[in-house]
């Protein structure tokens, strides 16, 4: 499974961006998939997840100014962030829990990133 994740880029605080995952490869099944960051000299951190049937999870930093989405037909997540903030600067990474096979064992998968940076 291959995530290739696009839609980072620069824009001004307050702003706003959209970001799309979509898995490809040899998929059997995914479960969740969502969104990941890690600034500079952090830890990365969850920023939203949704399930397969569209139950979603969100940082408290992002309730509210972020929504997560996904496109089962297309294997596809998308983030869409408002009101951005400086501190949102960071590189996002997709994630997904998933299977290549019936028999095979769930697995994290993960995308290369996409970076973000919010200009005060």
């Known amino acids: 499974v291959q995530l290739q994740a696009s839609g980072g880029g620069l824009v001004q605080a307050g702003g706003s961006l959209r970001l799309s995952c979509e898995a490809s490869?040899?998929?059997?099944?995914?479960?969740?998939m969502g969104w990941y960051r890690q600034a500079p000299g952090k830890q990365r951190e969850l920023v939203a997840s949704?399930?397969?049937?569209?139950?979603?999870n969100y940082a408290d930093s992002t309730k509210g100014r972020f929504t997560v989405s996904r496109d089962n037909a297309k294997d596809t997540v998308y983030l869409q962030m408002n009101s951005l903030k400086p501190e949102d600067t960071a590189v996002y990474y997709c994630?997904?829990?998933?299977?290549?096979?019936?028999?095979?064992?769930?697995?994290?998968?993960w995308g290369k990133g996409t970076q973000v940076t919010v200009s005060s």
């Open positions: 949704i399930t397969g049937s569209g139950g979603t």
């Open positions: 490869g040899r998929i059997f099944r995914i479960y969740s």
């Open positions: 994630n997904a829990d998933a299977k290549y096979s019936a028999l095979a064992s769930r697995v994290e998968y």
